[in-house]
């Protein structure tokens, strides 16, 4: 993807009111000497500014209730398997943005609820 392309996703999110981050080129790992999600912003100075320094730098979001968003990480087959088997449970999910990840993953974008709350999983394995 052409650098300027980042910065123009970049700048859609943050139009979108998500804050976002630099991250080191084709990682998931903040730039050196950032702050991380801490240096999340929406304001396209601070942005521009960010990725004129680091042309090639990565996206990273920092989601949650100040965001108001989530994002549901979909990694792989097994990822693609276990949402058809919780789909075919509970029901489809809503129709939503949806992006595809370097690795060949989706992200699926939400809403953050007002009465629920949505926790991390991360860690939580098949077995």
Do not use: C
Not at 26 to 35: F, T, Y
Not at 61 to 81: F, Q
């Amino acid at each position: 993807m052409p650098e300027t392309e980042m910065l123009d996703h970049a700048l859609k999110y943050a139009a979108r009111g998500w804050p976002v981050f630099a991250l080191q080129p084709k990682d998931k790992i903040p730039l050196k000497g950032s702050r991380g999600f801490k240096d999340a912003a929406t304001n396209e100075a601070i942005l521009t500014r960010a990725w004129d320094e680091h042309q090639d730098a990565n996206i990273g979001m920092a989601t949650g209730r100040n965001a108001e968003v989530w994002v549901l990480d979909i990694d792989g087959e097994e990822g693609s398997r276990s949402l058809t088997a919780m789909e075919t449970e509970l029901g489809p999910l809503p129709e939503t943005l949806e992006q595809r990840t370097g690795s060949g993953g989706r992200h699926l974008f939400f809403r953050w609820p007002a009465a629920r709350e949505v926790r991390n999983r991360q860690s939580l394995r098949s077995g």
